[in-house]
Structures are given as structure tokens and as C-alpha cells.
């Protein structure tokens, strides 16, 4: 299994910038993609931004040009840059790796870690 912390969430005011970081544990050779979603109340969980082993990214159209996804794999960490916030991105962000195991795929979750843009 794989095991996953977040940190980084806070509060901030429109325009401003915060930088979330998610370090992996455990079964950490069998990761192929770690991403970051969120979940605003009352609304589904949805993706945010992906990154594969091999750096290749994809963004939700919202957040496009204004959050960047990094990764280190030899960390086994995973980043999110978010600038020119607004306060539709407020949500709990979740970060998420997708790895092998054996010949199956699975899915791990971190705990969430919140993110409030207001004034």
C-alpha cells in the first residue's frame, strides 16, 4: 500500500499564492501517476492537476496557466504551485497516487488539506 501526507493549506486572499507538497510512503516503487484533486462542499470530487513517472502533465481547464505540478521521484513527493487564486478554488485538496501491485492498479488518497481564498 501506499501511504500519503499532505501540507500546505491555509488561508488566502484572491490573487495570492500557496504551495501544496505530498510525500509517499510504503509501497512507493509501484507508483506510475500522482495527482491532486478537490471537493468544494456540496460538490463532486474533481481533478485538479496529474502527473506521470515520466512528467507528463494534465490540468483542469480552470486552474490552467495558473497552478503548476511537480514532481520528485526520487522523494516520492509531489507539489502543486497554485497562483492567482480566486475563491472558486476553495476546496479540500486531496492528494492521490495510482500504482501497481502485481498485475492490479489501485488508487491511494491523503486525508485532505484545506484551501480558503477569501478577503
Known amino acids: 500500500q501506499v501511504q500519503l501526507v499532505e501540507s500546505g493549506g491555509g488561508l488566502v486572499q484572491p490573487g495570492g499564492s500557496l504551495r501544496l507538497s505530498c510525500a509517499a510512503s510504503?509501497?512507493?516503487?509501484?507508483?506510475?501517476?500522482m495527482g491532486w484533486y478537490r471537493q468544494a462542499p456540496g460538490k463532486q470530487r474533481e481533478l485538479v492537476a496529474r502527473?506521470?513517472?515520466?512528467?507528463?502533465?494534465n490540468y483542469a481547464d480552470s486552474v490552467k496557466g495558473r497552478f503548476i505540478i511537480s514532481r520528485d521521484n526520487a522523494k516520492n513527493t509531489v507539489a502543486l504551485q497554485m497562483n492567482s487564486l480566486k475563491p472558486e478554488d476553495t476546496a479540500v485538496y486531496y492528494c492521490?497516487?495510482?500504482?501497481?501491485?502485481?498485475?492490479?492498479?489501485?488508487?491511494?488518497w491523503g486525508q485532505g488539506t484545506q484551501v480558503t481564498v477569501s478577503s
Open positions: 492521490n497516487a495510482d500504482y501497481y501491485s502485481g498485475s492490479l492498479t489501485f488508487g491511494s
Open positions: 510504503g509501497s512507493v516503487f509501484g507508483i506510475y501517476a
Open positions: 502527473i506521470t513517472n515520466g512528467g507528463t502533465t
